[in-house]
């Protein structure tokens, strides 16, 4: 047995998928029965995948995620082109993991790291109105797309999570990470937008989300720092 089913739960989760033809175009017609939120990158996507990105079923990027791109994004942490056989041998014999440094090559040149600065200049808002702002000031596509998110997701949500990054800094500690990620998620049911969420994308499947609030410019700081003041009871680690 060559491959082993899994089943994962994929209600509002990202999925990256790279590559518009047919394998992809398998894998996603799977993909489109659930409710998780679909990224394709594809230099020459299928016209069944055109058509769910017009319909705003996913969000198609029309150039393939490199290796360079990945290891840039964290999503990989190695390049390691060819010789998998042999390493994996290596691995299962050894155990030796300082074996996959070695296999690793340079990786190729990273366009996202071309564009770091646009992406820098466009995010580097103080909260989520200043990004939006900035993003309305710009016609590029990536302010298009940054726009385009921005429009789908709960205002709520996100200008909580511009604030826990500039809360956490550059170099948090984990215990300080999910302190502030526990404030807004016990609250989120309740205070937040996660049932209208549900009842959208689950219950109702009409895709037309009713946020608390009407955009990212129109969050009030006070419902803001409603949802990550600490609680009254020592719930968190100690910072």
């Known amino acids: ?37 679909l990224t394709v990158f594809a230099e020459a996507p299928a016209p069944e995948i055109e058509s769910w990105a017009g319909a705003g079923r996913l969000s198609l990027v029309r150039r393939r995620m490199g290796p360079g791109d990945a290891i840039y994004a964290g999503f990989a942490d190695y390049y390691i082109p060819e010789g998998w056989d042999v390493l994996k041998a290596g691995l299962c014999e050894t155990g030796d993991v300082t074996a996959v440094d070695l296999a690793a090559a340079s990786p190729p040149d990273a366009p996202l790291a071309a564009a770091q600065s646009e992406i820098d200049a466009l995010f580097a808002g103080e909260t989520l109105a200043d990004i939006a702002r900035t993003l309305e000031t710009s016609d590029t596509p990536l302010a298009k ?31 300080q990470a999910v302190g502030l990620e526990y404030r807004f998620t016990a609250r989120a049911s309740e205070q937040g937008d996660f049932i209208e ?6 219950i109702d499947k009409d895709r037309r989300p009713k946020w608390a609030h009407t955009g990212p410019t129109h969050v009030p700081l006070a419902d803001l720092s409603d949802m990550l003041r600490p609680f009254q009871l020592n719930l968190e680690a100690p910072q």
């Open 1 to 37: 047995m060559r491959h082993f089913p899994i089943f994962i739960a994929l209600e509002g989760r990202r999925v990256v998928l790279s590559g518009g033809g047919d394998a992809a175009l398998a894998k996603l017609r799977l993909l489109m029965k659930t409710e998780a939120r």
């Open 145 to 175: 797309e940054g726009r385009k998110e921005l429009s789908r997701n709960a205002p709520l949500s996100m200008a909580a999570c511009v604030e826990i990054l500039h809360r956490l800094g550059d170099d948090p500690t984990f215990e």
């Open 197 to 202: 969420g549900i009842r959208a994308q689950i």
